[in-house]
Structure formats: C-alpha cells, structure tokens
C-alpha cells in the first residue's frame, strides 16, 4: 500500500487548510483510516480516524470541533478539513492506513503510513 499526502503549507491562525491522502496499492475501503501529526520534539499523536465506510469519525480532544476527517472510497482518499488553526496545529501531518476496519487512535496498530506534509500555522 502507498499513501501520499498532500494539502500542507502556511497559514495564519484562524486560518484553514484541507489535507488529503490518497492512497493506492490495495482495496483502500476495507480498512479503517487515520491522521497523525509530529511536532518538532514532541511524540507522533493521534488527530483523527475514520472508519471503513467514513460513517464513524474519531478526533482529539484538541481538534475537535475544528477538523473533519472523510474519507471517499470511489477514489481512495482519505482528507482532513483543518478550521480555525492554531499556532499549536504546526506539525508534520502524516495519514496512515489499517489492514482491519477496526478504528484505533494508537499508531503502532496502523499497517501503512504516508510520507509527511508540513503543516505550518503562524501567530
């Protein structure tokens, strides 16, 4: 399974940004799906999951009510709609795919991971 990333960049807080992931390798709607974000010395975390079919969602604390997670199985994507960012929201956002439909906030129980996209939000 590949997964690229792509949607990242600078944005001002308050400002938005839409991620996406598309993946390809597999048949992308079996398994759930999830984002992921690393800040610079910090520990990768948990941000977002979406189940198989996209109709369950799971967030953080610290996004929700300001990101969506979907997820469009006709064209193997996977996309994070990223509101009212904060300066804190700057990291490197990675998406990651599970073999399982079980959804999971822990990353070491996701199979495939993509190659990264900066996410930089400034004050």
């Known amino acids: 399974v590949q997964l690229q990333a792509s949607g990242g960049g600078l944005v001002q807080a308050g400002g938005s940004l839409r991620l996406s992931c598309a993946a390809s390798?597999?048949?992308?709607?079996?398994?759930?799906m999830g984002w992921f974000r690393q800040a610079p010395g910090k520990e990768r975390e948990f941000v977002a999951a979406v189940n198989w079919s996209g109709g369950s969602t799971y967030y953080a604390d610290s996004v929700k009510g300001r990101f969506t997670i979907s997820r469009d199985n006709a064209k193997n994507t996977v996309d994070l709609q990223m509101n009212s960012l904060k300066p804190e929201d700057t990291a490197v956002y990675y998406c990651?795919?599970?073999?399982?439909?079980?959804?999971?906030?822990?990353?070491?129980?996701?199979?495939?991971w993509g190659q990264g996209t900066q996410v930089t939000v400034s004050s």
């Open positions: 390798g597999r048949t992308f709607s079996s398994g759930a």
């Open positions: 990651a795919a599970k073999s399982s439909r079980v959804v999971s906030y822990l990353g070491r129980s996701y199979d495939y």
